[in-house]
């Protein structure tokens, strides 16, 4: 199993409410990926960076940002969340031949 | 825009009993395919990855295959097990790299009946 890890695993906030998921890997990878998986529906790719101080916007909009500050850490941050970002999020790191991913946070706002 | 279209959307099948899953692409030419695995309310786990060339890959009960002339690939399943009951994606990836291209199927969710 992939040594990379998302906490909380659930998440259950109001509206407003400032949130930050957490994602690390002890693998060394330098790229990284946050995806957004609705159910039944494909992933898609909300942010990567490609080492420290790396990030770029994925495929998807979205009102999140993130961080690269250190190799294994990339967290991901919703200022003021609403119900339409209710979804799972994915975090994944990759080396040159696959990409692993970490068992997501549920993330609902009421 | 390149897409990966997957079918059935949903599966049910008896344990044991085995099955295949499709998956279409418009991707090409690209770098790999891959399966992938996704439990409930957990992260994709790779079963398996085919380059361009390849046209088969196993991994114990799960067989890939890949042709890249109708570019369509399937995965086989045999004799099911009830711990198969997942989602299973099909993702495929351009030849410049760099998964931030990736592209990935809606995914077929299977569930096996004891």
């Known amino acids: 199993e992939a040594d990379i890890y998302q906490t909380p695993r659930y998440l259950v906030i109001g509206t407003g409410k400032k949130i930050t998921l957490e994602c690390s890997q002890t693998?060394?990878?330098?790229?990284m990926y946050w995806y957004q998986q609705d159910p039944g529906m494909e992933l898609h790719l909300i942010h990567y960076?490609?080492?420290?101080?790396?990030?770029e916007k994925g495929d998807l909009s979205s009102e999140s940002t993130v961080s690269r500050i250190r190799t294994e850490h990339f967290p991901l941050t919703l200022e003021s969340a609403r119900p339409s970002h209710t979804s799972q999020y994915l975090c994944?790191?990759?080396?040159?031949?696959?990409?692993?991913f970490g068992p997501g946070t549920r993330l609902t706002v009421l | 825009k390149n897409q990966v279209e997957q079918s059935p959307q949903s599966l049910i099948i008896l344990e044991g009993k085995n099955c295949t899953l499709q998956?279409?692409?418009?991707?090409?030419?690209?770098?790999?395919l891959r399966w992938y695995k996704q439990d409930t309310g957990r992260g994709p786990v790779s079963l398996t990855i085919?380059?361009?060339?390849?046209n088969t890959k196993s991994n114990g009960r799960y067989t890939a295959t890949l042709d890249a002339d109708t570019k369509q690939s399937s995965l086989h399943i045999t004799a099911s097990q009830l711990s198969d009951s997942a989602s299973y994606i099909c993702?495929?990836?351009?030849?410049?790299?760099?998964?931030?291209?990736?592209?990935f199927g809606k995914g077929t969710h299977l569930i096996i009946q004891p």
């Open positions: 994944a790191s990759s080396d040159q031949n696959e990409q692993f």
């Open positions: 693998m060394g990878h330098d790229k």
């Open positions: 960076s490609y080492g420290v101080n790396s990030t």
């Open positions: 998956c279409n692409y418009t991707v090409s030419p690209f770098s790999n």
């Open positions: 085919m380059t361009f060339s390849e």
């Open positions: 993702v495929v990836r351009p030849p410049r790299g760099g998964a931030d291209g990736l592209t």
